[in-house]
């Protein structure tokens, strides 16, 4: 079992930045690929980025590539999402997420443990 904390969110003008933090207990995070998804206002939650478990490779989707980093530390059991350049449409709860299935997209069904989000509002 892990549990997952996310940290860092609040409101912030269109073009500031946001450093989102996931704390993990429980497992050792290096254990698992990590991900934050995101769900807006009336939508769906989708992929934001992803890191594998020892951070040599990283995803992102289109909408945020170039302006969102993820990254790891897992000495210090911490994932972390840098948002830079934010935009209105950036707004949402941002979820930290720990895969727990193996697959070759990434896709909530796969991500078998969530922090509880942590909301990021940008205004215009």
């Known amino acids: 079992q892990v549990q997952l904390v996310e940290s860092g969110g609040g409101l912030v003008q269109a073009g500031g930045s946001l450093r989102l933090s996931c704390v993990a207990s429980?497992?050792?995070?290096?254990?698992?690929?990590m991900g934050w998804f995101r769900q807006g206002p009336g939508k769906e939650r989708e992929f934001v980025a992803a890191?594998?478990?020892?951070?040599?490779?990283?995803h992102y989707a289109d909408s945020v590539k170039g302006r969102f980093t993820i990254s790891r530390d897992n000495a210090k059991n911490t994932v972390y999402l840098q948002m830079n350049s934010l935009k209105p449409e950036d707004t949402a709860v941002y979820y930290c997420?720990?895969?727990?299935?193996?697959?070759?997209?990434?896709?909530?069904?796969?991500?078998?443990?969530w922090g509880q989000g942590t909301q990021v509002t940008v205004s215009s």
């Open positions: 997420a720990a895969e727990t299935t193996y697959g070759s997209t990434w896709v909530e069904k796969n991500f078998g443990f």
């Open positions: 890191i594998s478990r020892y951070g040599g490779s990283t």
């Open positions: 429980g497992r050792t995070v290096s254990m698992y690929r």
